[in-house]
Each structure stands twice: as structure tokens, then as C-alpha cells.
Antibody
Framework: EVQLVESGGGLVQPGGSLRLSCAAS????????MSWVRQAPGKGLEWVSV???????YYADSVKGRFTISRHNSKNTLYLQMNSLRAEDTAVYYC????????????WGQGTLVTVSS | QSVLTQPPSVSGAPGQRVTISCTGS?????????VHWYQQLPGTAPKLLIY???NRPSGVPDRFSGSKSGTSASLAITGLQAEDEADYYC??????????FGTGTKVTVL
């Protein structure tokens, strides 16, 4: 069974940093297109970033220059390094596999909550 | 930030048919990119419901169906059930090199 489990969320002050992790089982992160999607409290879904199997990375304009997506192949884990955090980055962050191209997101992890507040 | 527009809410009695529209533009749906749909039950992660405009993943009831035309797409739920009460999102790709989601629609079963 394919499963994605996020961790690393929490409370951080504005301007601070946080690294999210997404551990995969049942499939290989490095062989798939992997993405992060976030959802602010009570709001809709917003695509954040993608890393292709070849290593290319892309970001939403709202996080470009502040967030970095990466993966650790031997740990079969996806990461999102978030720097210079702002209040508007407060959201549940989901990792998801991107199927097809440009494709759809499936499966999704359970999400991890990031709260940016002083 | 959502570039795909959905109605905020739709409702129907058990057994009825409801439809959810998803309106985009010439840079996403109208450019030929496929539309996909997700169901998000309260307090849970989104789940893929329809992919490639009209395809159902294994395990999704055939009460759910999708279609696309021009710059819009639709999700139909026939034989509405209490368990269908959830938020629904459409998703596509935009020529600005980003994946885009709809504004979301809350389905209420009366």
C-alpha cells in the first residue's frame, strides 16, 4: 500500500524557519514527481512546489526564494525547507505524488500544520 | 490565488443529482489541460475522485462523473448520499507553469 506521512510542523515565529518531511512507503520518491500542497485554515488548496524525478524543481510565486523542495533517496523521503516564514504561510501542508503530466495529485499524506505567529 | 472558479456551495436531498461547475480560462482548462476532482471530508486530506476529466480511480462509486468543455468542467453526483457531504475541488494546470485548484464547493445533503 502506498503511504505518505508528513512531519515537522509546529509553531514558529515570523521570519523563522522550519523543515517538513514526508516519508513514503510502498513506492519510490525519487522515481516519481512529488509535490507539496497547502491549505490555510478554512481556505482552499494551493500548490506550493514540485520536484521531478530528474531533480528539476518549481515553486509557486508566493514561496519562490523562501522555500526549497528536496529529497533523500536512500531515506525515501521528501522535504520542504521553509525560510523567512510569514503569517500567511500558516496552513496544513500536504505532500502528494503527481501522476501523469502535468497530471493530478494522488495519493496525499495526512498533512502537517504549520503556524506562523509571534 | 485560486484561478479556477467554483460555486461556494450546492445542496440536494438524498437521491437527487447535483452538479458542481469549475470555470477556468484560456491559459488552463481552455488551453487543453485536463481537469481533476478531489473530495475532502471534514478534517481529512483531499482524496482523488476524478482524473483526466472523466476517469474514476478504482473504488470511487460510479455515482460520481466528470466532464469538460471549453474553458469549464463539471462534476456530477447522482443518487446523492449523506456520506457525500464534503468539500470538492477541481484542479488543472496553468500555462504560467503552475498547478491550480478551484475555489472549492461545499456539498450539503439536506
Amino acid at each position: 500500500e502506498v503511504q505518505l506521512v508528513e512531519s515537522g510542523g509546529g509553531l514558529v515565529q515570523p521570519g523563522g524557519s522550519l523543515r517538513l518531511s514526508c516519508a513514503a512507503s510502498g513506492f519510490t520518491v525519487s522515481s516519481n514527481y512529488m509535490s507539496w500542497v497547502r491549505q490555510a485554515p478554512g481556505k482552499g488548496l494551493e500548490w506550493v512546489s514540485v520536484i521531478y524525478s530528474g531533480g528539476s524543481t518549481y515553486y509557486a510565486d508566493s514561496v519562490k526564494g523562501r522555500f526549497t523542495i528536496s529529497r533523500h533517496n536512500s531515506k525515501n523521503t521528501l522535504y520542504l525547507q521553509m525560510n523567512s516564514l510569514r503569517a500567511e504561510d500558516t496552513a496544513v501542508y500536504y505532500c502528494a505524488s503527481l501522476r501523469g503530466y502535468p497530471g493530478w495529485f494522488d495519493p496525499w499524506g495526512q498533512g502537517t500544520l504549520v503556524t506562523v505567529s509571534s | 490565488q485560486s484561478v479556477l472558479t467554483q460555486p461556494p456551495s450546492v445542496s440536494g436531498a438524498p437521491g437527487q443529482r447535483v452538479t458542481i461547475s469549475c470555470t477556468g480560462s484560456s491559459s488552463n482548462i481552455g488551453a487543453g489541460y485536463d481537469v481533476h476532482w478531489y473530495q475532502q471530508l471534514p478534517g481529512t486530506a483531499p482524496k482523488l475522485l476524478i482524473y483526466g476529466n472523466s476517469n474514476r480511480p478504482s473504488g470511487v462509486p460510479d455515482r460520481f462523473s466528470g466532464s469538460k468543455s471549453g474553458t469549464s468542467a463539471s462534476l456530477a453526483i447522482t443518487g446523492l448520499q449523506a456520506e457525500d457531504e464534503a468539500d470538492y475541488y477541481c484542479q488543472s494546470y496553468d500555462s504560467s507553469l503552475s498547478w491550480v485548484f478551484g475555489t472549492g464547493t461545499k456539498v450539503t445533503v439536506l
